[in-house]
């Protein structure tokens, strides 16, 4: 079953993103985009971590790393440049937290138009070690052993995050610390581990809160704040067990076609597929521009927001086809047999269902 609908929820999560620093605050809650981002990501990843060991019986770890760079580090690389050549970058120190991937624990002054990339820091951190303790624990303990160990990071992320919370640390530590957004990632690994019952035709309550999960979602964007305690203390991993059932039932429900019908227009899916670019290129080129704002002006506000945008989707749209498509190519060569499908009916035997890029 095809989920062409996977490049949707990118859709819906980069837009948010890109409204929150490009509105000045007028939707706060833009970076529950993020959030949904990092579940989908540990959704994919461990769904082909459990395809490869169905195929073979172990995880190549040199070829899941060379994957990942391939991934992640062409467009990073020309988002510096782009950040240099539009006089964002001013010394090296900049550098070293961007490419070697702890801009989470660098200070946001510093970053500058890369000051997003502390949450391609939290990914990539986890997946050093996540693909280590999913081969070991699948080896010695089975599915079970892999699901408990996500299990684990789930819950030790919650209570870390609110230990320090209550012990009055900062909200950009809480926010940005790998150990404490540890949760988010976890629960898209969950999602892809825990084993599936056979799906019912006609819609179910798990239908119903896949759905009103996502109308949430696209509501709380709107309201909500990063500042509000209850979303520090309960509210990230209660999205992120939320967001990874919901992504789940989307993938495996055949009575969610309106929902998957309707995340898989042409139009979202692209957006979604150029996701990745939309979020590294935005920075610089919004960085770039608010030199020309005109505070308390409507006008200027409307101009610069439109120019931002359509700079970035232009851009984005060019790396896409020129850096993204062709990486994709030479990323194959260290891919898995079957690796194009997600297996998330039966973790380590049959896949089921296409995938989408990770």
Not at 244 to 268: C, E, F, H, N, P
Not at 314 to 333: M, Q
Request: with cysteine; hydrophobic share 50%; net charge positive.
């Amino acid at each position: 079953m095809p989920v062409p609908s996977l490049d949707g929820v990118r859709g819906i999560a980069i837009l948010p993103v890109l409204a929150l620093h490009g509105t000045y605050g007028l939707i706060p809650g833009g970076f529950l985009g993020v959030d949904l981002f990092f579940v989908l990501s540990g959704f994919l990843i461990t769904a082909l971590l459990c395809r490869e060991y169905g195929d073979t019986g172990t995880v190549n770890l040199p070829k899941f790393f060379a994957r990942r760079a391939l991934r992640i580090l062409p467009p990073v690389v020309v988002a510096l440049g782009l950040a240099t050549a539009l006089g964002g970058f001013h010394s090296y120190r900049q550098l070293a937290p961007v490419l070697f991937f702890y801009a989470n624990y660098a200070s946001p002054t510093l970053l500058g138009p890369m000051a997003h990339t502390w949450s391609l820091a939290v990914e990539e951190q986890f997946y050093l070690v996540w693909p280590v303790i999913f081969l070991l624990c699948m080896r010695y303990r089975g599915l079970a052993g892999a699901t408990s160990a996500a299990l684990i990071i789930l819950v030790s992320s919650f209570v870390a995050r609110a230990v320090a919370e209550a012990h009055g640390v900062g909200v950009e530590t809480t926010y940005r610390s790998s150990l404490m957004r540890a949760d988010s990632l976890a629960a898209g690994c969950l999602a892809a581990l825990i084993p599936l019952r056979p799906e019912r035709k006609r819609p179910s309550w798990g239908d119903a809160a896949s759905v009103i999960f996502f109308c949430s979602y696209l509501l709380c964007i709107f309201r909500v704040r990063s500042e509000d305690m209850t979303l520090r203390y309960v509210g990230f991993t209660a999205f992120a067990v939320g967001a990874g059932y919901a992504i789940r039932r989307l993938v495996t429900s055949d009575s969610l076609g309106a929902l998957r019908q309707a995340l898989s227009m042409k139009w979202i899916r692209h957006i979604g597929k150029m996701s990745y670019g939309l979020y590294i290129y935005h920075l610089p080129i919004f960085f770039a521009l608010e030199r020309y704002r005109v505070p308390h002006s409507t006008f200027n506000f409307v101009v610069l927001t439109t120019l931002r945008l359509l700079l970035t989707f232009a851009f984005s749209e060019l790396s896409y086809r020129f850096v993204e498509t062709p990486i994709l190519k030479l990323k194959r060569r260290f891919a898995i047999s079957n690796s194009s499908f997600l297996n998330v009916a039966s973790p380590v035997n049959t896949p089921t269902t296409a995938g989408t890029v990770v």
